[in-house]
Antibody, heavy 123, light 105 residues
Framework: EVKLEESGGGLVQPGGSMKLSCVAS????????MSWVRQSPEKGLEWVAE??????????HYAESVKGKFTISRDDSKSRLYLQMNSLRAEDTGIYYC??????????????WGQGTSVTVSS | EIVLTQSPAITAASLGQKVTITCSAS?????MHWYQQKSGTSPKPWIY???KLASGVPARFSGSGSGTSYSLTISSMEAEDAAIYYC????????FGGGTKLEIK
């Protein structure tokens, strides 16, 4: 059974940092692109970042809103995905989901989502 | 960035009623994915690449569209279909629609 379990969320002050983690099980983690997606009442679902495979030199993509602030990384030996978040602001508040991406037939889609971890940026 | 606009934002349907949700893209895309989310849970893949039903999705659901206009249709509304539905495209940056909340009338 595929499982994605996020951790590391909580309350952080504006300007602070936080590192989210996602542990994967039930599949060969190193073979899949992975992403972080966040959700808030104000912005709805918002894709945050993506990381590809070792064979892609772990290429990354970021939403413009987090570029330069957030860093996505992975440790294939531990089946773990990370999101380092710096310079946090109130608008970064939300539930952060870890997702797995799969090639369907022609295009990729997010076929598994974790249960999410809540991040609140507030003083 | 491709903006996805869903309509309606909220709708209600009687059991057995046909329901159509639309997703309009600001630029042409080759495909669209749809996700279903129920309260307190994470989104689930629902329809892939315009019309491919994800595993476990009932056959009363279908998807169609091309270019800038896509839709999700339920042929006969059932109680378990009440949820929020989101469309999503994969040109970078990846974007989601604002969601359509489907309720039971």
């Amino acid at each position: 059974e595929v499982k994605l379990e996020e951790s590391g969320g909580g309350l952080v002050q504006p300007g602070g940092s936080m590192k989210l983690s996602c542990v994967a099980s039930g599949f060969t983690f190193s073979s899949y692109w992975m992403s972080w997606v966040r959700q808030s009442p104000e912005k709805g679902l918002e894709w945050v970042a993506e990381i590809r495979l070792k064979s892609d030199n772990y290429a990354t993509h970021y939403a413009e809103s987090v570029k330069g602030k957030f860093t996505i990384s992975r440790d294939d030996s531990k089946s773990r995905l990370y999101l380092q978040m710096n310079s946090l602001r109130a608008e970064d508040t939300g539930i952060y989901y870890c997702t797995r991406s799969t090639m369907i037939t022609t295009y990729y889609a997010m076929d598994y989502w974790g249960q999410g971890t809540s991040v609140t940026v507030s003083s | 960035e491709i903006v996805l606009t869903q309509s309606p934002a909220i709708t209600a349907a009687s059991l057995g009623q046909k329901v159509t949700i639309t997703c309009s893209a600001s630029s042409s895309v080759s495909y669209m994915h749809w996700y279903q989310q129920k309260s307190g849970t994470s989104p689930k893949p629902w329809i892939y690449e315009i019309s491919k039903l994800a595993s476990g999705v009932p056959a009363r659901f279908s998807g169609s569209g091309s270019g800038t206009s896509y839709s999700l249709t339920i042929s006969s509304m059932e109680a378990e279909d009440a949820a929020i539905y989101y469309c999503q495209q994969w040109n970078y940056p990846l974007t989601f629609g604002g969601g359509t909340k489907l309720e039971i009338k």
